[in-house]
């Protein structure tokens, strides 16, 4: 669910929420239990951090699917090893997609692993939602797409925030980045954590769906 529909469908929620107030429910175990992985808008109806993070951002033009994933406000965003992995894209692309994608959890041990890869960017653009899309390749012309968040769609429980915010600040320090996409061919080290996202034609996409989201380390070689 992308864009104006999801976010008028966002907006429902946040209404029925507001209208019925928030329901009230036995202590929380230690870990949250997850969602069903069909619904993305379940997460808004979580009376707990988790919910409250997403809730803070339904008005916004932020996005919906795994987006507790995408920014490090799920259930399992202290699962993620802060051991980083070396890889290239080769090796990315070869990750076997999962079955299931949860919305508020990560399928191990992709999404729960900081990988680095040294790479070319190819193009970039900023998205709908708010990303910072950048498409990087191989010299086999091998692609994987990485994207940045904007902060403000970063829930203050993330892990990640003050990373993603630092990433963020040094791609605008050398480009502009803009709603068209540009094209570069800049030597660059890029530190991520494994997503696998739904495809929907992505530029750069690759055949797993397998994308460094959120980019929290961004280092320029030329």
Known sequence: MRGGRARLVVLAAVGAVAFLGTPSVPAAPHRSAPTNVDDPLAVYFRPDAVGRSQLALAITACGTERWTVKTGTDDDRHRVSTT??????????GRSTPATKPQTGRVAPVETTIYRVQARLRKYVRENDGDYHLVLVDRAGRSIVAEIPAPSCVGSISPF??????????MDDHYTVTTGFKTANRAVVVRGIGFFDYFHGQTGMAPNDLELHPVIGLRFLS
């Open 84 to 93: 980083v992995r070396d890889v290239s894209i080769k090796f990315l692309r």
């Open 161 to 170: 925030k003050a990373a993603i915010r630092s990433v963020r600040a040094r």
